[in-house]
């Protein structure tokens, strides 16, 4: 076994490449963990968005609907608006906090750290994809769901068959950038001990003291997939749908 040994603080490029060898192992680690937290959230959080979105778009007819359907709508568009205003007007290392002490004492087998971060980055990306759609179902011209009412289609299948497609398309620049925004912001989690590469670089530098060299390639890496991830984002959007491919 080879034992590397600590270059002097002045050799900066020296320094890089002994922690490399020293803790690629933490920052493989942390990566996988960052990319889990953002894929699972982003997806997560895109799924429930659609429920907030529908709840929040739902038209209510005070000649038609009956009063206990107009009561049910209102429910859900204050239930969408509030905890909409909810995740987006508070940090997510507050929610983590909250979450992640608040529920520990139930004791729950499968409560952890990492647990804790995908719920919390789930539920608060779903309040900032909410809005997305929300903003690109506005830009969809209203005829159209009045002609797909006239088609016969009821409001529900004319938003979940011909607006929400479209707005979709509309919204992925701003869907993918808050995948970006995911995988610099989960950075919060590790004040609840999440092992994302915030976390995995902060235990490679604990013992040698080089942390500007230690973040300087947690940078690195960050920007790496972000540009890796915009490329994929810029390539969804400007590709053209095969005949017969659905709009998303």
Known sequence: ???QILPPKSDFLGTLWYLIQTYHSFFIRGILITLLLSIVGTLGGFVISLFLTTLRQQSIDYKRDA????AIKKIGIGFAKTYITVFRGTPMIVQAM???YGLAP???SWWNPLAA?????TLNTAAYIAEVIRSGINGIDVGQMEAARSLGFSERQGMYRIVLPQAIRHSLPAIGNEFIVNLKDTAVLSVIGVFDLFKSTQSATSANYRVVEGFFIAAVIYLILTMVTAKLVHHLETRTPKEGENFV
């Open 67 to 70: 009063w206990y359907l107009v």
């Open 117 to 121: 971060g995908l719920i919390v980055v």
């Open 1 to 3: 076994m080879i034992v």
């Open 98 to 100: 909250i979450f992640y």
């Open 106 to 108: 139930l004791r729950m």
